[in-house]
């Protein structure tokens, strides 16, 4: 009894160090990964990432993890024209990521998440002098308002993605105007449409909804680039 009861105390030690040892190593992994990315996607912020499963040890030897999840706050992205678009949080869940040896380069074979961008940040993006909000008036709209030529105007957008990667705001109609060209010259001001840089590669933007926040993106894909 008394060398079983010894045995028993040694195999809750060592499971206690193994337990210990595993965390370490996740930690330091996760820290490594997050570096990685921000480096190959050209990140602004570093982003928080959790590799889900147990043990990790045994993902490792096997060169591949369940899940790795990827969180960025404040992802500031080329929108074209000279002009940048905050995206105010980024949420990606990978599945069956495929690893190198020290995290060279990992690839998911999918990918789902999340993206939301706020509407103070995307009228930063439209430009000066132009406002955009929600409108509830219809599903996926917002209001663009400013002024054109001294004179104030409001128009009613649609939402929608084009391309897998750029979100495009189109006025349904124009204010009347009896200045001549007024659509066209409305139209630049209330029409934009402004390109996602900075998703891993290989995540596409899904589908978008509009809320009173701001506008909500799904994203997701197939064969994602982490890292490499």
Same mark, same amino acid.
């Given at each position: 009894?008394? !060398?079983? /009861?010894? +045995?028993?105390?040694v ?5 206690? @160090?193994?337990? #210990? *040892?595993?965390?370490?190593?996740v930690?330091m ?21 959790s ?22 706050d ?33 690839s !998911?074979? /999918?990918? +789902? ?8 940040? @995307?009228?930063q #993006? *439209? ?33 929608t993605?084009v391309n ?8 349904e ?14 139209r ?41």
């Amino acid at each position: 009894m008394r !060398a079983l /009861r010894i +045995t028993l105390i040694v195999v809750v030690i060592l499971g206690g @160090l193994f337990v #210990a *040892a595993d965390r370490i190593a996740v930690y330091m992994a996760e820290s490594k990964a997050a570096d990685k990315i921000k480096s190959s996607q050209s990140l602004t912020t570093t982003p928080n990432v959790s590799i889900k499963g147990f043990p990790f040890l045994t993902q490792v030897v096997g060169k591949e993890l369940d899940e790795v999840d990827v969180n960025v706050d404040g992802l500031t992205t080329d929108a074209g024209d000279g002009r940048s678009v905050r995206v105010t949080e980024l949420d990606a869940q990978l599945h069956n990521v495929r690893i190198s040896g020290n995290f060279s380069s990992a690839s !998911a074979d /999918r990918a +789902t998440g999340s993206a939301h961008i706020s509407y103070a940040d @995307l009228s930063q #993006a *439209a430009g000066p002098g132009i406002t955009v909000a929600h409108d509830p008036s219809g599903t996926n709209k917002v209001k663009i308002t400013g002024s054109l030529l001294g004179l104030s105007l409001t128009a009613h957008s649609q939402v929608t993605i084009v391309n897998g990667n750029t979100i495009r705001l189109h006025a349904e109609s124009i204010p009347g105007g009896s200045i001549p060209q007024w659509e066209d010259k409305v139209r630049e001001k209330a029409d934009m449409e402004r390109k996602i840089e900075g998703l891993p590669t290989g995540m596409r933007l899904e589908k978008v909804e509009t809320s009173k926040d701001g506008i909500d993106v799904s994203v997701a894909g197939n064969n994602v680039q982490l890292t490499g």
